[in-house]
C-alpha cells in the first residue's frame, strides 16, 4: 500500500472537507478525530465512486470463480472462465494468472488497488491453494476484498501527508490505527448475508459488489453525518 509519489489531491468540496479532517486526526489522534477523518473520506468516495470500477469488476469475477470451485472443483471452474492452460499448475501461479485476468494486469492506479485489496483479503483468510477459495462463503470473501481495498484506498491518498515529518515507525502506527478502526467497524456494522444467494458468475454483478462498498462505506458516515 501507500501514496503514489505525485499524487495530487483532488480539490471538490467533499475531498477538500476529507483532507481536513484527516489533518485534524493526524494532529489529534484521538477517536473522535479518527471516525470524523474516516466519515468524510467515505462521504468523499462514495460521491467520487465510478460506477463499473475496476475493483467491482474484479471482486465480482473473483466472487463467481469462488463459487464455480465451490460447485464443482478448481478445474472444472478454470475450464468454465475459459483457463484449461492453467489447470494442473501450482496454485500460486493459478492465482497470479487469474488476478492479472481480473484486474486487468494493473494497467491503472485503479487496477493495482483492486488486485492488492484481492490478494490481501486472500491473506488474510490463510487461502494459501486457490483451491481452497471455494471453501470460503462470498460474504465472508467480499467483506474481506471491501475493508482491504477502503484502507487501500485512504493509504493511497493520505499516507504521503500523514509521513510529512514523521519517521516510518510512526506513520505506520498512524496509518495502522485508521485500518484497525476500517476493519472493525466493518466486521461489526456490515452484514452481507444477503448475497449469499447472488451467483456471480451472472452479468451484472459487479453491481452487486458497488452496492456492497457504497453500503460499507455508510458504516463510516452514520458516526457523523453532514456536520
Same mark, same amino acid.
Given at each position: 500500500m501507500g501514496t503514489s509519489k505525485g499524487y495530487i489531491a483532488p480539490?471538490?468540496?467533499?475531498?477538500?472537507?476529507? /483532507?481536513?479532517?484527516?489533518?485534524?486526526?493526524?494532529?489529534? *489522534? !484521538? %477517536? !473522535?478525530? /479518527?471516525? @470524523?477523518?474516516?466519515? /468524510?473520506? +467515505?462521504?468523499? =468516495? @462514495?460521491? $467520487? =465512486?465510478?460506477?463499473? &470500477?475496476?475493483?467491482?469488476?474484479?471482486? +465480482? *469475477?473473483?466472487?463467481?470463480?469462488?463459487? @464455480?470451485?465451490a460447485s464443482g472443483g478448481l478445474d472444472n471452474a478454470l475450464r468454465? %472462465?475459459?483457463? #484449461? $492452460?492453467?489447470v494442473g499448475k501450482p496454485s500460486e501461479v493459478v492465482w497470479t494468472e487469474l488476478l492479472h485476468e481480473f484486474t486487468n494486469s494493473g494497467a491503472s492506479v485503479e487496477d493495482n488497488m483492486a488486485a492488492d485489496a484481492l490478494s490481501q483479503a486472500m491473506d488474510n483468510l490463510e487461502i494459501e491453494d486457490i483451491a481452497d477459495i471455494g471453501n470460503v462463503s462470498v460474504d465472508i470473501l467480499l467483506k474481506e476484498m471491501l475493508k482491504e481495498y477502503i484502507k487501500e484506498n485512504f493509504d493511497f491518498r493520505y499516507e504521503e501527508k500523514i509521513s510529512k515529518g514523521k519517521t516510518?515507525?510512526?506513520?505506520?502506527?498512524?496509518?495502522? !490505527? =485508521?485500518? #484497525? %478502526?476500517? #476493519?472493525?467497524?466493518? $466486521?461489526? $456494522?456490515?452484514n452481507l448475508d444477503n448475497l449469499r444467494t447472488v451467483d456471480f458468475s451472472n452479468m451484472g454483478t459487479a453491481q452487486v459488489v458497488e452496492d456492497a462498498l457504497?453500503?460499507?462505506?455508510?458504516?463510516?458516515? /452514520?458516526?457523523? &453525518?453532514? !456536520?
Open positions: 480539490t471538490t468540496l467533499h475531498w477538500s472537507t476529507a /483532507k481536513r479532517a484527516v489533518t485534524s486526526f493526524i494532529k489529534n *489522534r !484521538d %477517536y !473522535d478525530s /479518527k471516525a @470524523k477523518a474516516a466519515s /468524510k473520506y +467515505a462521504t468523499a =468516495m @462514495k460521491t $467520487d =465512486m465510478s460506477t463499473g &470500477g475496476s475493483f467491482q469488476s474484479a471482486a +465480482a *469475477r473473483a466472487l463467481g470463480f469462488a463459487q @464455480k470451485v468454465e %472462465y475459459n483457463r #484449461e $492452460d492453467l516510518p515507525a510512526q506513520t505506520s502506527e498512524i496509518l495502522n !490505527d =485508521m485500518h #484497525e %478502526y476500517i #476493519e472493525n467497524s466493518i $466486521d461489526g $456494522d456490515l457504497r453500503d460499507a462505506l455508510s458504516v463510516f458516515e /452514520k458516526y457523523y &453525518g453532514e !456536520d
